[in-house]
């Protein structure tokens, strides 16, 4: 009677062990497709940057995305970038400009310059766009003042008040299509693992009505660049968040983190961009974080459909559009050169997904 007891328990733990490792068993790496013209969105004149997808009650694909004009170099992203939205039939493009939907307040707000890192989320009926926007603190500036520290970049006085004043905010809407009312003051400040910014926003709302919230700043007492992620928690898509002790990574230099709940799985996942990869972590609580199943989901290359292949200089802002809980597209922001746009990998459904 003992062994049979014995027996019993040993096949409860491992059946247990069994379905905790099936719930983070997401792989799709091999079921990226290469692309073509039609799934690249460039815009003449525009660095085309940032990336975030939702289906709409038309039934098409809205894009929200960052842009600035080319004329303000690439270092514009943090005095001009905006947020703008595009439509399409289909999430991997191609993708046809709507309009500009928010740009630096000036007049002394939080969000007066740039705007940036958009996240597009519909939660209990309402539209959120998540972004991250900065500002000069007291000091005055004009408009060609920003358009200097835009061409000298990181050397520039003003860049050393721009950067650590950049923080997560966001915008509501009854509407896809707007209009968007901004909060007064941004959604969160950097505390326990992050230090001195709170950008590149992800979102998502977990099977417990809570909302979780990842964020990315600077890592505490450390001498190095080095960038941590982090995660903050709410009852509401418009806070107050309670940033978490335990940082989503903190062992790597890591950026551009997207995050979404699958339901199917019941697991969170999480893809961002490291030096040299594309890569994927995931939590069955979106509290506790690990390297995902596929922790490397792609390397730093663009493939086309007719064989030829593309190194860029910088690939960047990975973001996934699910539907029904699966993957359907990896958007990523490409540069190449003095040109930037968005390539919108397909997700072959028809191969089985794990």
């Known amino acids: ?20 490792n099936q719930r983070d068993e997401l792989r799709f790496s091999d079921n990226l497709r290469p692309i073509s013209p039609k799934n690249i969105f460039k815009t003449e004149g525009y660095y085309n940057w940032c990336s975030s997808i939702i289906k709409g009650d038309d039934e098409k694909y809205h894009l929200f995305y960052s842009r600035w004009k080319k004329e303000y170099s690439f270092y514009g992203w943090l005095t001009h970038s905006e947020v703008a939205h595009a439509i399409s039939g289909n999430p991997s493009g191609p993708w046809e400009y709507k309009e500009t939907v928010i740009q630096g307040r000036r007049n002394g707000k939080w969000d007066a310059i740039t705007a940036h890192n958009p996240k597009i989320k519909y939660f209990d009926g309402k539209y959120y766009i998540y972004y991250v926007s900065t500002n000069l603190g007291d000091n005055e500036y004009t408009e060609k003042e920003l358009v200097e520290t835009a061409y000298v970049g990181y050397s520039h006085p003003n860049w050393a008040i721009l950067r650590p004043n950049q ?5 509501v809407s009854n509407s896809i299509n707007g209009p968007w009312k901004r909060m007064d003051q941004p959604l969160i400040e950097p505390s326990g693992p992050i230090t001195t910014l709170t950008v590149n926003p992800a979102i998502d709302k977990g099977k417990d009505g809570k909302f979780y919230l990842i964020v990315k700043g600077d890592k505490p007492n450390e001498t190095r660049f080095i960038r941590n992620q982090a995660v903050a928690v709410s009852h509401s ?7 978490q002790a335990t940082p ?3 062992y790597l230099d890591t950026e551009d983190m997207s995050m979404w709940y699958d339901k199917k799985r019941d697991y969170f996942y999480g893809i961002f ?11 069955p609580d979106g509290i506790n974080w690990e390297k995902a199943t596929e922790y490397s989901l792609m390397k730093k290359v663009i493939h086309f459909e007719y064989g030829e292949s593309i190194k860029p200089d910088r690939l960047e802002r990975p973001f996934v559009y ?3 809980d699966e993957p359907q597209v990896v958007s990523l922001a490409v540069k190449k050169g003095d040109e930037s746009f968005i390539v919108f990998i397909p997700v072959d459904s028809k191969k089985e997904i794990k």
């Open 1 to 20: 009677m003992k062994k049979v007891y014995l027996l019993i328990l040993a096949l409860f733990f491992s059946s247990g062990l069994f379905c905790q």
């Open 273 to 283: 961009h490291a030096h040299t990869f594309i890569g994927m972590v995931s939590s």
């Open 237 to 243: 898509p418009l806070g107050p968040f309670e940033m």
């Open 167 to 171: 923080r997560t905010g966001v915008a």
């Open 322 to 324: 699910c539907e029904n």
């Open 248 to 250: 989503v990574i903190d």
